[in-house]
């Protein structure tokens, strides 16, 4: 008989693997709170391909393309949204400040805020992007879905380098 931190620790392992990296469309549960956007059980905004399409610094080059603010945030979806949006986006002169690495551009985050409890906003982020011409404050909102995507899709950071 297993004991019962044993059994334990191999429930929480299952369930705290990560999301799907699926590019099929998932089916959620969409529910609305007042006068919000609709949301999926997974507490992101459920958005369709061309809302998705149209999120809030989607066709971003450079960190200067959209000027980002806690009220007007750029949109992703997860975590690995918002590190894939960082580590894509350049610098003026083009240079990425962490190259393709997630763990380096996750470094950056400076916190999270939230205007009201009592809002339809969710938490954002805040980075910090080091750039030779400024340091950039980036505030990125990780709750903006599409059917292909999944919140809390697995992202593996590793050890700091």
Known sequence: MRSIPAVLSLVL???CGGGTTSTTPQQHTVHRRGN???EREDGSYHL???QAGARRGAHDRRFGDTVT???APIQACGLHGVLT???????AGGSKPWGEDFNQAHAARKGSAMESLLSCDKPVDLYI???PERAYEIFLDMYH???REE????VDLGAPT
């Open 36 to 38: 919000c956007l609709p």
């Open 145 to 147: 879905c599409s059917p």
């Open 48 to 50: 369709d391909a061309a």
């Open 69 to 71: 603010t806690q009220q």
């Open 129 to 131: 992007a080091p750039c």
């Open 151 to 154: 919140l809390w899709r697995r």
């Open 13 to 15: 392992a299952a369930n």
């Open 85 to 91: 949006w960082l580590t894509r986006v350049t610098c």
